[in-house]
T-cell receptor, first 115, second 112 residues
């Protein structure tokens, strides 16, 4: 069975600084998808970034980028130029490419951006 | 506006009283799922659907039912709610497997 681990329950960063959130996963699959979702205090869940395992290139969305290390089963999220609006829970998630549509989420990292 | 509409946002009910949480999406998405979110546990998948009349269990299906009679709707039914089903519930939909979810705004359910 697949598992997703976020080992940092809470983090903080100064406004305008860079922060990296870690995520590791365990799977025997070769093809899969990885995601980062953001949940601000409003509780709305928002897709931040996605990565397809068969693509070597790390995904980037504006100030958000990932460091995808397939062999190490690591999928960290880097937030550059942190803004107060980045304060949120961040969840890493995994899904197989085929078969069942089971989606596995990590337990989340609470990020606080300090003014 | 493309969205997933989930109702109600808040619900307090008593043990054993059947309830339904509605979920509707207007994006013609194939895939829909229900999750519950509990502190320290992240989001756990209850049920999912890959198309009309196609549903399957997630990781925590006990005590829940779903149906997918139309593509846009995916209601979650609690036939006999119990206090351990007190949680924050999310409905989500996706156009395809790897595209990522669009989430509803959540339902805070309290069972007393």
């Amino acid at each position: 069975a697949q598992t997703v681990t976020q080992s940092q329950p809470e983090m903080s960063v100064q406004e305008a600084e860079t922060v990296t959130l870690s995520c590791t996963y365990d799977t025997s699959e070769n093809n899969y998808y990885l995601f980062w979702y953001k949940q601000p205090p409003s509780r709305q869940m928002i897709l931040v970034i996605r990565q397809e395992a068969y693509k070597q290139q790390n995904a980037t969305e504006n100030r958000f980028s990932v460091n995808f290390q397939k062999a190490a089963k690591s999928f960290s999220l880097k937030i550059s130029d942190s803004q107060l609006g980045d304060t949120a829970m961040y969840f890493c998630a995994f899904m197989k490419h085929g078969g069942t549509y089971k989606y596995i989420f990590g337990t989340g990292t609470r990020l606080k951006v300090l003014a | 506006e493309a969205q997933v509409t989930q109702n109600p946002r808040y619900l307090i009910t008593v043990t054993g009283k059947k309830l339904t949480v509605t979920c509707s999406q207007n994006m013609n998405h194939e895939y829909m799922s229900w999750y519950r979110q509990d502190p320290g546990l992240g989001l756990r998948q209850i049920y999912y659907s890959m198309n009309v009349e196609v549903t399957d269990k997630g990781d925590v299906p006990e005590g829940y039912k779903v149906s997918r009679k139309e593509k846009r709707n995916f209601p979650l039914i609690l036939e006999s709610p119990s206090p351990n089903q007190t949680s924050l519930y999310f409905c989500a939909s996706s156009l395809n497997r790897g595209g990522g979810y669009t989430f509803g705004s959540g339902t805070r359910l309290t069972v007393v």
